[in-house]
């Protein structure tokens, strides 16, 4: 099949590039409407106890608070002159709004849990009615038109919608920051590894088509099932990168072809019957991890997975449909464009350096790769004390708005609102059995009041008649609010949650337990309870796409602990600088728990683009090793000619992640400053040295598989070489350049 296509391009080029101009055109056109029709949330599990109980909720009572006003008297206090006149005439004004109900306020109801414990300032409680999408199009209406000081008041906006519309404006200011530094820095990139204009821009060419095709193909999947828009994330950041990344494969053979005097036609044919078939594999095994996200049932992670197996779809096709053409057209003309100093720095030894990096390592495996394993153990080493959670209010900045609002929740309130445990009791039940069960719950450690439909308990105190905030229940269902000082993803926190779910509901009744702090936990439990299914499919289709492009069974084995390591020691990195704060003063974070998500993302796309590097080098060794080379001489030249393709393509990649460092939120840095360390880490350390000592070490057994599987290898398996019937002369590496990218 690729040399069919290489024959279609080399034959017609000029009409390939029409039809992908017109199919560009196309992509372009169903893509600017992906904006509208994905979706902000995709953080809960829909089948855990915290989300039936937010459904009861909204069904039953009209919906949980999830915008919190906060009402500071300039001052005296707040229930003085003007202060109180201005509280309400804002919940007047809410009460009133049409995109919200439940509007329970201190000005309206007098209740003390509504009020700061200094008298200052108290809460409006409101419900944002309508999915994520709309709650999301509603807050920031009611933000622009609510959330305003005058000479009486100031109003901070906190909860979970506020928090939510917080962070998607900074995330979208971010990456719009973040891309306008990674694109121009690729582009000046690109040309100094290049040494050419042209060449440097086919790179990017592939990485828009990237892009640009998976927009469109998030526009059709966000009309046909639920798409989290923190996708585009991911589409712009791998899309840039693996367009480079087979771009940059692709220009190099086909410049390497050119240096030894082989016309353009062969050239082209010879590029897709080697880097085309490594790009094939590569795209198969970076798919493959990422197609791991769909086993998890939050759509904010499958999500991930749409969008990342779309982009490496996309870009692998462009680059072996594209590319050819592109490359037949330009022919010599590849070249064009070369700087003044080009031709003298491409005769550096950057290529040779690699090769004889490989050979040292090969002659002392042990003292060459046994401190390179002590460093990464050591980068590892704070996995072991690492914490989990879910996204909150401290992934923002301290000048954040809803930041600044959930600091004064929590230090001026007695009981937090945003953090309260949320308790539904479904079916007959009389008066007297909840107000026994809500007396119980106010006895749980932690607990400092539990709110009901009937009234107000706490520890030790008898049954106080007292005003509900909880409205109105049916005769089948009664709704509790239990109250804590703790905060809500501490483990004191979780602890309520998991005692209130031990304590038995009134007689004939069931019980749900949500909020905030039940979330998390719920969301944790969906994760670890999928996690071993996802680790044992990256496993597997690691192993068998390795083992059909190498026919050895050592080799994915090998693979796959020399990734594990690489990537213990990015994510303990992570762990060291997130959760331990040791960077926090200079990237401007708040120190939290990992989160769950986000390092699971992390895993997954580290994992398949360090494929994507294993691939690119075990190809050449392998087929050097197929020409009859021995094991030294097939691995050092395998990375003397692989070696700056890789280090190049993971040092653009890297730039393009290395640019979220630059964001407000802590949970953006963490993705981008893990995803560029891991890449890093993968293509100095474990290509450069780690994969040669290991191949050393394993000498003959390199490629050992046994009878049965190596005779399914033959019928099944492919490798990257000229194995298509035709004559090709294999590029013998020279020091030109034009060996290399």
């Known amino acids: 099949m690729l040399g069919r296509i290489g024959r279609l391009a080399v034959g017609r080029p000029r009409a390939v590039l029409i039809a992908a101009s017109l199919l560009l055109v196309a992509m372009v056109a169903v893509g600017v409407g992906a904006f509208g029709v994905l979706k902000s949330g995709g953080f809960d599990d829909t089948g855990s106890q915290s989300w039936k109980s937010q459904q009861t909720i909204d069904a039953q009572f009209g919906g949980q608070a999830n915008l919190i006003l906060v009402v500071g008297a300039r001052t005296g ?138 927009f469109a193909e998030l526009a059709i999947l966000g009309r046909l099932t639920d798409v989290s828009v923190f996708a585009i994330n991911l589409t712009t950041a791998l899309g840039l990168g693996l367009g480079i990344d087979y771009a940059l494969l692709m220009v190099a053979r086909f410049r390497e072809y050119l240096s030894q005097g082989t016309s353009v036609p062969d050239a082209v044919l010879g590029t897709m019957r080697t880097a085309g078939r490594t790009i094939a594999f590569s795209a198969l095994t970076v798919a493959a991890a990422l197609a791991a996200l769909l086993v998890f049932p939050f759509y904010f992670l499958r999500s991930f997975a749409y969008a990342g197996i779309g982009v490496v779809a996309i870009a692998a096709g462009s680059a072996l449909i594209i590319m050819p053409a592109l490359l037949a057209a330009l022919g010599t003309r590849v070249n064009a464009g070369r700087l003044p100093w080009a031709r003298k720095a491409q005769q550096g030894s950057a290529a040779p350096a690699w090769g004889r990096l490989a050979s040292a390592v090969m002659k002392r495996p042990a003292l060459m790769a046994l401190p390179v394993v002590a460093v990464l153990a050591f980068l590892a080493a704070p996995l072991f004390g690492a914490s989990f959670g879910t996204p909150d209010e401290t992934v923002l900045p301290t000048s954040a708005p809803a930041r600044q609002a959930a600091d004064a929740l929590h230090n001026d309130f007695q009981g937090n609102q945003a953090t309260a445990v949320q308790v539904v009791t479904t079916g007959p039940a009389d008066t007297s059995s909840v107000a026994t069960y809500a007396a119980k719950l106010s006895t749980l450690p932690g607990a400092v009041r539990v709110d009901s439909s009937a009234g107000s308990y706490e520890h030790g105190t008898s049954l106080g008649i007292g005003p509900s905030d909880t409205g109105m229940a049916t005769a089948s269902a009664q709704r509790l609010t239990v109250f804590t000082a703790a905060d809500g993803h501490s483990a004191a926190a979780e602890q309520l949650v998991r005692d209130a779910r031990a304590v038995p509901g009134p007689a004939g009744t069931s019980t749900l337990i949500g909020g905030d702090t039940a979330r998390l936990i719920d969301s944790e439990h969906g994760i670890t309870a999928r996690l071993p299914y996802a680790i044992a499919w990256v496993v597997l289709t690691t192993f068998i796409v390795l083992f059909l492009f190498t026919g050895s069974v050592t080799q994915p084995l090998r693979a796959l602990l020399l990734n594990t390591l690489g990537l213990s020691a990015s994510i303990g990195t992570m762990v060291w600088i997130f959760q331990q704060g040791h960077l926090s003063g200079v990237l401007g974070f708040t120190p939290r728990p990992m989160d769950t998500a986000m390092t699971v993302l992390l895993f997954c796309i580290a994992f398949g683009l360090s494929m994507d590097y294993e691939v690119f080098l075990t190809s050449r060794i392998k087929e050097l090793h197929a020409q009859g080379a021995d094991l030294r001489h097939s691995v050092s030249e395998g990375l003397a000619r692989t070696g700056r393709i890789v280090s190049t393509a993971a040092g653009l990649l890297a730039v393009s992640f290395f640019a979220f460092g630059t964001a407000s939120v802590s949970f953006l840095q963490f993705f981008g400053l893990g995803c560029g360390v891991a890449i890093l880490i993968d293509a100095l350390l474990i290509r450069g040295i780690l994969v040669p000592a290991a191949m050393r070490v394993l000498g003959r057994g390199a490629w050992w598989a046994p009878g049965p599987l190596r005779r399914l290898h033959d019928r099944f398996g492919v490798s990257e070489d000229a194995g298509d019937g035709t004559e090709e002369r294999s590029p013998q590496l020279v020091g030109s350049s034009h060996a290399e990218a």
């Open 77 to 214: 206090g707040i229930d003085q002159g003007t202060a109180a006149q201005a509280g309400q005439t804002l919940t007047q004004e809410l009460s009133a709004d049409h995109g919200v109900s439940n509007v329970v306020s201190y000005f309206a109801t007098h209740s003390p849990s509504l009020r700061s414990t200094d008298g200052h300032s108290a809460m409006v409680l409101v419900r944002v009615l309508g999915d994520d999408t709309t709650v999301g199009k509603t807050t920031d209406r009611l933000l622009s038109g609510y959330v305003k000081d005058n000479a009486a008041v100031t109003v901070q906006a906190g909860g979970e919608a506020a928090v939510n519309h917080n962070v998607t404006s900074q995330v979208t200011k971010d990456l719009a920051a973040a891309e306008s530094i990674a694109i121009p820095l690729t582009l000046v990139l690109l040309v100094l590894a290049f040494g050419s204009l042209v060449a440097a821009l086919l790179p990017l060419a592939i990485g828009l088509v990237a892009i640009l095709g998976t």
